[in-house]
């Protein structure tokens, strides 16, 4: 059987995953497609809007066959971290290939950026870093280096952010024995970040949130942009816990955590650097919601998704030898859900797995802390009645399985 | 000018206060009575009803002169400890006398069985030690241990809970190179327990919190057992902020803060031993409520008071360590609040003082950073708009002054 891997949030899943699951399915010409799916907190620091089993239902019923997860030591960190974890689990199941979407379109222009970035290497680091000691983020610390010692003639614009994550993707996938056959396409109309929702059937997830969030009626005006199956897991979650995930619904936790911690403390947590634990201890006690607290903690230095992610970080309270240790123990692949396709393929190949293939998080209660401790924060935003049958599901939840 | 000190929580402040403070101010003929007053967090493990300042507020306007504070080092403790923190601090503020209410009534009894205890400790320490080791608490295994060394043959009845504050009082006292003339008053009527309202016009503060907040018309229920200023402050209190503080506000961030640790964390935490910790943890998944998470804590081995109190230094994120720093620290007097007559009483002593009267906290950040961090814990409670205005006050809030 044929496979090919996609690394996705799926938050939600929307027209744009649906293209591109059908897409890499018809040009590798899968028999299987596997989906690693972040668990209940983002690449861009954020709770996901529902739960990742609400998000995996959506994902089997649009054509995805497998759906496993990318654990929290990967999915809330820079893009290299974030690859490099979601290129290994697909690697680790076989897949043949993987494919992703990018606003340049052509696989060419990444692997020969990759191969000139590797020849100037040694270059490239130390520039970076005298960027940032002037004030950049790094990011933008990046960019301006890249600008410097090629002077804009690299094959691809490393501006676009999913071309930042498809080049870290190709770059991790090149560190493998066997590489598996990288594919892009290119991502139609929206773009990564666009906040409006167009006239199209395509939107960008981040539209389709504010969208949620922001409009009244928002369930009906995501209705053109989002699968008929999006819609109803959604509106289920709603019926079922009262409220979609945010920020927001966190905030008086993190207050309380910052408030409550020695400054001492949250500079032991992963991604807090450079005096920033005073400067978050000193917010919180002034800020009356998230976003005022966002506004009066954003520095030039970091970008805004770095500092969300330092956020959870400091709510999950992860230290930097708990991310240390849970990086090194990541051993396992969970699997979220599947369809008879799914099954099929993974009875095959289950045997000649190099990582056990989780079911239940019972019986992996040390090696899933991190995940686990992840789900049970995501559910105590919720109000207490909602919360307690969401803590109850992440040891006793098993995987979703579709005909 | 002669002065008689009180060690009180006023929560909220009854008729049962009014008649001890009068009678405190007849007996020693005193010209001005100080109060000894517990912060946000209470020695039976509780938040305070409402915050020192509205306390403060009401025994102001019921015949108290001087409120100063009974940090969170000692305020939320044992008997023991709670008491060498409020008689230390009367004594640096010079009281003549103290006066405590007591179910026994009369002075020489206390005197008398603290010399025969003193006489027999060597027996009992390890006495008291061997009930605890066949799973008593500790205040039951005490009551054994004396019955069994002294058979009932104590002139004091060391099982009603103002007696043993009492004792320890005396005890706290007779350290002292200039011990108080200690005095102590009939207990009027209410146990200290009693959870019903009678007819009489003095209720115990814990039955008239529960009517508070189990009645429908709380507040007028409790009318005929408390002074009007008691009632002006808690309306008035509620108006401003929504809310009066109790267990259940506080659930959601202890469990929160339950769920977010590893029991290495919470075992580092005062006053939490030999293993309950794996119990918090384990109960605070399941439980939907403050009531339903201690009713599946409880154990015979520790008074509900003692969890309590182990919760609220959870809460509070207070380490073994931080408290020994604490107690080391605790070498102030916080002035909460003063009338004309103590304002001229302080001014007198001021020089005097061996320890600062401190009346604004900004100066004195590290010593209080405690008290500060309960206030702000204290604040979170309520709903963000509510503490946000209550946060900012620990720091800018002058002392209250009255006539």
Not at 72 to 98: D, M, P, R
Not at 133 to 141: C, I, L, T
Not at 266 to 291: C, M, P, T
Not at 363 to 386: I, N
Request: hydrophobic share 40%; glycine share 6%.
């Amino acid at each position: 059987m044929k496979t090919v891997g996609l690394v996705v949030e799926y938050n939600p899943f929307h027209n744009g995953h649906l293209y591109h699951a059908q897409k890499a399915r018809e040009s590798t010409g899968a028999d299987v497609v596997i989906a690693v799916m972040s668990g209940h907190f983002l690449q861009r620091g954020e709770p996901a809007l529902v739960n990742k089993w609400a998000r995996t239902r959506m994902a089997l019923q649009n054509g995805v066959d497998i759906v496993v997860e990318l654990p929290y030591a990967f999915s809330v960190q820079k893009a290299e971290y974030f690859s490099n974890g979601a290129i290994s689990i697909l690697h680790g199941l076989f897949c043949e290939s993987f494919c992703f979407g990018s606003e340049n379109g052509h696989i060419a222009p990444f692997l020969q950026t990759l191969q000139q970035m590797k020849e100037k290497s040694h270059l490239l680091e130390p520039l970076i870093h005298q960027y940032m000691n002037k004030g950049f983020s790094f990011p933008k610390a990046q960019t301006l280096a890249r600008e410097e010692l090629f002077e804009n003639k690299l094959p691809l614009d490393l501006s676009r952010p999913n071309n930042i994550l498809g080049f870290h993707y190709i770059r991790a996938n090149n560190t493998l024995q066997k590489p598996m056959k990288p594919l892009t396409i290119t991502r139609q109309q929206a773009d990564f970040h666009e906040e409006t929702l167009g006239s199209q059937s395509i939107a960008s997830a981040t539209g389709i949130r504010k969208a949620i969030f922001e409009k009244q009626n928002g369930l009906s005006t995501i209705e053109q942009y989002v699968p008929a199956a999006t819609l109803e897991v959604i509106a289920q979650y709603l019926n079922k816990y009262g409220k979609l995930h945010h920020w927001d619904l966190y905030w008086p936790l993190l207050q309380y955590r910052l408030l409550s911690s020695s400054a001492a403390e949250l500079a032991n947590i992963y991604d807090v650097a450079e005096g920033i634990e005073h400067r978050l201890k000193e917010a919180s006690l002034r800020a009356q919601n998230f976003s005022e607290f966002m506004q009066s903690v954003k520095t030039k230095r970091y970008t805004w998704t770095r500092i969300q992610r330092m956020l959870v970080h400091i709510l999950l309270h992860v230290s930097k030898e708990d991310m240390a240790a849970a990086i090194e123990s990541v051993r396992y692949v969970r699997l979220l859900g599947m369809n008879g396709q799914g099954r099929e393929y993974l009875n095959r190949i289950k045997k000649n797995m190099e990582l056990p293939l989780i079911t239940r998080a019972a019986s992996y209660k040390e090696a899933l802390a991190l995940d686990v401790k992840a789900a049970e924060v995501y559910a105590l935003g919720l109000p207490p009645h909602s919360s307690h049958s969401l803590l109850q599901s992440e040891f006793n939840e098993p995987p979703i399985i579709l005909p």
